[in-house]
């Protein structure tokens, strides 16, 4: 049996529990470097990275082939502002001040894009300084507004995107982000959304990138259980103001190239400098491996909002229905939603195992089309891990509350589909 099919005889079906994914200090602070791509398979990355949760780097070998990295970056390797201005001038921008703290983060603003790089273009002629700050173009989705440029390809390491997946079949949103910033711009400490995963190429530029395992956050909490806006601040040290501080890991540091991909293991808080000028490109991600992590996500943040309103629980009569409105306008989703999320996911893996996949719908939908290439095994596991989330959903007593035998399909009658299907695909 080859490497390929071991692995997914044996991971695939392995029943691997959400503690797999419990903090541990890497030791040394070592983090893998995958060189070649011809030696290095969708399984190895299953095996080794997802499923322990643990960050890797892939070599620039990984993207030389990327238009970006032909196109946006001149010869001695700098942003190429001149391409970038023809191609993408007129579209407007986030852009974050990052010598400002509002609340735990940096004040975003829009702007055109040709005024960010004149901006950028003038920063680097006073030396890195200007009265307006040092400004960090972020979380711009250039795929969602500019589908038709040769930017990127994504590594089929990742193709495995519920996130993306969903919110492409709903037309609304997505989680692609390019990231555009002089040398010294940087995000402050944070884990992200949902609590996926994250990849991260430089298409030019270097960073530095600070982080901590699962859990390793709360040994950073000040005495009023507050996460620190940098976690290399001086006032870390004083004891009477973050007491366990010292109890802390030291963090993982990945010094990441211009060509290089950084994956970021699910849950792991981080913080990032651009120690260049630097252009990225990054995704939000989440499939079958942490699934289970951001339904756990869900389920804190729904008990954060209804601690803070639970002066009004006996007197609003709505007051479940309140709180998963408040829920999704502070993260994006809710339960309803987040059924509605999985039910999408299964429904795709569904028509991969029926078949159904010919080579229109593949054009219709790349995301099923990527699972089919993965292969029934990859499916099946998906569905497995849809399937225990959605029984917890379905046991949630928030849940029951929202009266869940109006969805459609009702979860229950979901669920028997969902294992009968497995079941089938099993024979």
Not at 64 to 77: F, H, I, L, Q
Not at 392 to 411: G, Q
Request: glycine residues 4%.
């Amino acid at each position: 049996m080859d490497r390929a099919a071991f692995a997914c005889s044996t991971v695939f079906f392995h029943d691997y529990s959400s503690a797999s994914h419990g903090a541990v200090c890497l030791p040394q602070g070592h983090v893998d470097y995958i060189e070649k791509v011809e030696s290095f398979s969708y399984s190895d990355f299953f095996r080794d990275y997802l499923i322990p949760n643990h960050p890797c780097v892939f070599s620039a070998k990984f993207t030389e082939g990327w238009g970006s990295r032909r196109n946006w970056v001149t010869r001695d390797g700098k942003p190429n502002f001149d391409y970038l201005l023809q191609h993408f001038g007129k579209a407007v921008v986030p852009v974050a001040n990052c010598d400002v703290k509002e609340y735990n983060s940096n004040p975003k603003e829009q702007i055109p894009l040709k005024e960010y790089i004149s901006y950028w273009k003038e920063y680097i002629k006073k030396n890195y300084h200007s009265p307006r700050g040092c400004l960090y173009l972020k979380d711009w989705h250039l795929y969602r507004a500019f589908p038709e440029q040769d930017v990127y390809t994504t590594p089929i390491y990742f193709t495995s995107d519920w996130l993306n997946e969903y919110w492409d079949a709903i037309g609304l949103d997505d989680y692609r982000f390019v990231y555009m910033g002089p040398k010294g711009s940087w995000t402050p400490f944070h884990a992200d959304v949902f609590r996926s995963y994250s990849w991260s190429a430089n298409i030019c530029g270097k960073k530095k990138w600070l982080l901590y395992p699962p859990r390793q956050e709360e040994y950073l909490r000040d005495r009023h259980g507050n996460l620190p806006f940098d976690v290399t601040a001086p006032g870390l040290q004083d004891s009477s103001i973050y007491p366990r501080y010292a109890q802390s890991c030291p963090p993982v540091e990945i010094i990441q190239e211009a060509g290089e991909v950084v994956f970021i293991p699910s849950g792991w808080y981080h913080q990032v400098y651009n120690l260049e000028d630097t252009i990225s490109i990054n995704h939000n991600w989440v499939n079958g491996c942490n699934v289970a992590i951001m339904w756990s996500f869900l389920q804190d943040e729904l008990a954060a909002v209804q601690r803070e309103i639970s002066e009004w629980r006996d007197t609003m009569e709505d007051w479940h229905l309140q709180c998963q409105v408040i829920m999704k306008s502070c993260t994006g989703i809710n339960y309803k939603e987040f059924y509605n999320f999985l039910k999408v996911i299964a429904e795709n893996r569904i028509s991969v195992l029926n078949h159904v996949l010919d080579e229109e719908a593949s054009a219709k939908n790349p995301h099923r089309a990527a699972t089919s290439a993965l292969g029934m095994l990859h499916a099946v596991f998906d569905l497995k891990r849809t399937v225990q989330v959605l029984t917890s959903l379905n046991a949630n007593e928030d849940f029951k509350k929202l009266n869940p035998k109006s969805l459609t399909p009702p979860p229950e009658a979901f669920l028997h589909h969902l294992k009968a299907a497995i079941d089938t695909a099993l024979l």
